[in-house]
Each structure stands twice: as C-alpha cells, then as structure tokens.
C-alpha cells in the first residue's frame, strides 16, 4: 500500500520533469522517507496558472481537525472511498497533488519475517504517486499534509501486497491536477505493470533509521519463491 518511499532527486530536477514554477523548496535527499517526514508534492496553483513544487508532512490532518493531537493523520486513502470519506472527499475534490518519488517500497509477509521489495518506473523516469493536499490551520499555526490513494494490485505486484499506489501517467497529469477538465475517477486504475520492474532490496529498509542509496541496491532473496525482476 506504499508506506515508503525514495525521494532523492533535488529540487531543481523535480521542477524540471514537473514542469512547475516559482521558488524553490529545500529538499533533504532521502532513500527511506516515512509517514510525518516533509516530502515534496507537485499541485496546481490556480491564482497563478502555474504549478508548483512545495513541501507537506505525509499524513494528511483535515481542515476540520480540532485537536491536531488526536488527530488520525492517515497517510493513504482507497480510492474506492475517496469520494464518500468525510477525511478525504474534500481534498479529493479540490486539492489534489502529484508525490515524486524515484521508487516505492512493498513488503512480503514471509515465515522468516517481512521481505522488502523496491519498485520503480522502466523508462527511470519518477513516479508520480496519486495525492491530496490539505491546509489546517489554528492560532496563527499552518500545517500542510498530504496522503496518497492506492488501489488493488496488479499480478505479480499481488504477490508481495494487495494494495498498490495508483501512479498518474504523464499524459494524466493536466487532469489530475484540475489544470484540464477530465474524469479523474477514471484515472484512479492500477498502472500496467509492464511498465514497472521490482526487485528485492536488504531488510535494512525495513528501519526507518537507516537511509542512503544502498537500500536500493538489488538483495538476493533468500525465500524460495522469486518475484518478478
């Protein structure tokens, strides 16, 4: 269901393939980002006309939150909901966002303990996760968060998980945006994995402490079943 994710590539790149506008944030390379860390989102300013890359905490807190304590802070949504869940429908519908990230992490539930696999684009473009934004706001505080959307896994992606993210195609990018008119329910469908490859990765990911480009690194599986690679 994504609740890792690589995000190395700094800001002037992701502005470059995001075509976005503006200043720049700073953005801290990561091969491990976790929920409540600050990650890069992509979202349409429509004052502007323009898109900008700006930085939100994953783990989207609603507009109506009261007690930001308390608050649930989800860092997904199923997209066979979204538009009926009073914690997401709204930013659904008026605040959505493309999440960068170079590759995504799943896990396998396997008899010795949960196995890492790494999953990115083909073509090594980024992948653009599906999200939404939400500005809450309280006493002179503002706080910008975001979850993603996932939807039911591929073959063989339904080998390690059931859920996947859904993945916006470049060409959907306008309409997810709100930047063109379009259907953005039909666009909320599973990417073909074709367009994919997964590897597995080192257990070492499985600690959010531990970050740097070796967690990408390709892991010889020591289970007996290989997945796709």
């Given amino acids: 269901m994504c609740g890792r994710y690589a995000c190395f590539l700094p800001a002037e790149a992701l502005a470059r393939v995001f075509s976005t506008s503006g200043p720049l944030p700073n953005l801290e390379p990561t091969w491990n980002m976790a929920p409540t860390k600050d990650a890069p989102i992509v979202r349409f300013d429509p004052n502007t006309g323009e898109r900008r890359l700006e930085v939100a905490k994953w783990g989207l807190v609603p507009f109506f939150t009261k007690d930001l304590a308390k608050a649930r802070k989800p860092i997904n949504a199923r997209c066979e909901t979204v538009t009926r869940s009073p914690l997401f429908k709204e930013a659904f ?17 396997d008899p010795s303990g949960k196995t890492p696999f790494a999953i990115a684009r083909r073509d090594g473009g980024p992948v653009a996760l599906d999200g939404m934004w939400e ?95």
């Fill in 93 to 109: 519908a008026r605040r959505r966002c493309l999440v960068p990230a170079a590759a995504y992490y799943e896990w396998r539930h």
């Fill in 135 to 229: 500005e809450w706001r309280s006493n002179g505080e503002t706080l910008r968060t975001f979850a993603t959307l996932t939807t039911n896994a591929n073959p063989p992606l339904s080998l390690i998980q059931e859920r996947m993210p859904v993945i916006v195609e470049r060409a959907d990018w306008k309409v997810w945006l709100g930047e063109e008119d379009g259907d953005i329910t039909a666009l909320l469908r599973p990417i073909p994995v074709d367009q994919l490859r997964i590897w597995p990765v080192a257990r070492t990911v499985n600690n959010v402490k531990n970050d740097g480009p070796e967690l990408l690194e390709p892991h010889s599986l020591e289970i007996e079943e290989p997945v796709l690679v």
